[in-house]
């Protein structure tokens, strides 16, 4: 049985969620210093990519409706393949600059569709 599309988006939300959470009150160095957060950090982009990289396969009409989503999804692939040479930088931009378009886009979606099927 397939999956509601619906549920990638959530699981983005989710995630999203907690990097707002794991990054709060931090500056750049602070999260640099800290490797629990950024490996916390790392699996959540990594499941945002997954989940929406997953959408684009279900769902590509919805999938269609995000924003940089190839980026997302090749940016999941360098944090999970290229682990040893992670740009703390970009994955600080990313969290600072670019997670909250997202988050506002998925929530308007979610909002529009309606939580997933049990």
């Not at 999938?63 to 944090?79: K, S």
């Amino acid at each position: 049985m397939e999956r509601d599309p619906r549920v990638y988006l959530w699981d983005v939300q989710d995630a999203a969620a907690d990097l707002i959470q794991f990054t709060a009150g931090l500056n750049f160095l602070e999260y640099q210093e800290n490797k629990l957060v950024r490996a916390a950090v790392e699996r959540k982009l990594e499941v945002i990519g997954q989940a929406s990289n997953q959408l684009s396969k279900h769902s590509p009409e919805l999938a269609q409706r995000i924003p940089e989503l190839r980026r997302i999804v090749d940016f999941r692939n360098v944090l999970i393949h290229g682990y040893s040479t992670i740009d703390h930088d970009e994955v600080w931009e990313n969290v600072q600059q670019r997670l909250p378009a997202l988050r506002e886009t998925v929530s308007a979606m979610l909002a529009e569709l309606g939580p997933p099927e049990p």
